[in-house]
């Protein structure tokens, strides 16, 4: 964290950077991260009571988190996180006062039998259930609302979806937003999380519906990270 706080701090980027380090690098974060905002991997679904071990997401917006990650595919797939804890986790993350990243994504399976945007479109619905219930203009215009494409099959093993593959998706949960929020679909910003790198990140971040990434590997190397976080600032600038 101190390298990449340094990197930044010499950079100075226009461009939002996050950091969502584990729940015990959390303090480590609060003192280091001058240049950056952080966030935590994960929240309870529940806001207090005899839960041992979950962690409220008031506790962490005491705690400094601005933001944090739900609906990861690990989640999903390893902790078997179905629609109902992650449409709980968002309603109590953004309740809280912190930022949302929902994140949707198809396994190989899903993507060879044709049914990768059915897949991402249900999942990020979840996430249009439960702003149905918010004042979605005010957490829209806070970039408080944000959508995080991750293929499950692009995650750690060095594939990447093609810009344009990748591209066709974030438009098609556009769409799929825009029939629940209207306009303001157009204000929510959708990553990329697939195996994304300083060599394929220019490409990724030319295109009109991929407005950042969601770094899973490259951000193990603050040198990469950073440059990634270049690449980002360099074409907001222009």
């Known amino acids: 964290m101190t390298a990449v706080n340094e990197g930044l701090h010499q950079l100075k980027p226009d461009v939002d950077v996050l950091i969502f380090p584990a729940y015990t690098s959390l303090a480590e974060a609060q003192v280091l991260c001058t240049e ?9 679904s529940f806001e207090s009571g005899a839960f041992t071990g979950e962690i409220a997401a008031e506790m962490l917006a005491s705690f400094g988190c601005s933001a944090v990650i739900v609906g990861h595919s690990e989640r999903r797939q390893i902790f ?48 249009m259930s ?20 991750e293929p499950v099959w692009a995650i750690g093993t060095g594939k990447t979806a093609s810009a344009e593959d990748a591209q066709d998706m974030h438009a098609a949960l556009r769409a799929e937003m825009a029939g629940s929020l209207g306009e303001e679909a157009d204000r929510i910003q ?35 990270f950073v440059e990634i976080v270049r690449i980002a600032d360099a074409l907001v600038k222009g």
């Open 36 to 44: 950056l905002q952080y966030g935590a991997q994960n929240c309870s």
């Open 80 to 127: 078997a996180e179905d629609d109902e804890a992650l449409a709980a986790k968002a309603r109590r993350a953004l309740g809280a006062g912190l930022s949302v990243v929902f994140c949707v994504g198809e396994s190989l399976q899903q993507r060879d039998s044709g049914e990768a945007k059915a897949v991402c479109c249900a999942q990020v619905s979840v996430l």
């Open 190 to 224: 959708i990553l990329y999380g697939g195996s994304v790198k300083s060599a394929n990140a220019d490409q990724l971040f030319q295109q009109a519906d991929i407005d950042g990434a969601l770094i899973g590997g490259a951000s193990l190397d603050a040198n990469e």
């Open 130 to 149: 439960v702003l149905d219930q918010m004042e979605v203009a005010d957490l829209v215009a806070k970039g408080r609302v944000v959508v995080a494409y």
